[in-house]
């Protein structure tokens, strides 16, 4: 097994669907720019509630990635 340096960054993704897909979103998103993605954690999950029902779920996560 190589060494490797990893940087985290962390972010909030969001969905009305559920806090899986709040997850993904912000993976998503994540890889669009930055390369060699390696592992999440998740730091926080929250929601937004609308009439009494889940709106929205927002999820907080750190993002782990190799540096070049």
């Known amino acids: ?3 490797h340096t990893y940087k985290i960054i962390e972010l909030t993704g969001s969905s ?3 806090s ?3 997850i993904r979103n912000a993976v998503a998103k994540a890889s669009e720019t930055v390369h060699s993605l ?3 954690q998740v730091v926080d ?3 937004h509630i ?3 029902s889940i709106g929205h ?3 907080t996560v750190k993002i782990g990635f190799t540096l070049d």
């Open 1 to 3: 097994m190589s060494e």
């Open 16 to 18: 009305p669907t559920g």
């Open 20 to 22: 899986d897909e709040a």
């Open 38 to 40: 390696r592992w999440f």
């Open 45 to 47: 999950t929250r929601g």
């Open 50 to 52: 609308e009439d009494g």
């Open 57 to 59: 779920w927002q999820v």
